[in-house]
């Protein structure tokens, strides 16, 4: 892999971070259990796919 596609992936894997802690977050503050559950969905997909850039490196 060329140094470029690994920084790709790093910010890939940032961003994906970012979201998780953002989404974290939000469930903690959040009351309404439907839209605690949508965001505990989002949660669980950016786990896997930062999860799947984590394995191309």
């Known amino acids: ?3 470029k596609e690994l ?3 790093e910010d ?3 961003h994906e971070k970012f979201l998780t802690s953002q989404c974290q977050q ?6 309404d259990p439907e839209l605690k ?3 505990n969905q989002m949660l669980a ?6 999860n799947r850039f984590y ?3």
Do not use: C, D
Request: net charge positive.
């Open 7 to 9: 920084q790709y992936i």
């Open 55 to 57: 394995r191309l490196v």
């Open 45 to 50: 997909k950016h786990r896997e796919i930062f």
């Open 12 to 14: 890939a894997l940032g």
């Open 37 to 39: 559950n949508t965001v």
């Open 26 to 31: 939000a469930v903690s503050q959040l009351s």
């Open 1 to 3: 892999m060329s140094p």
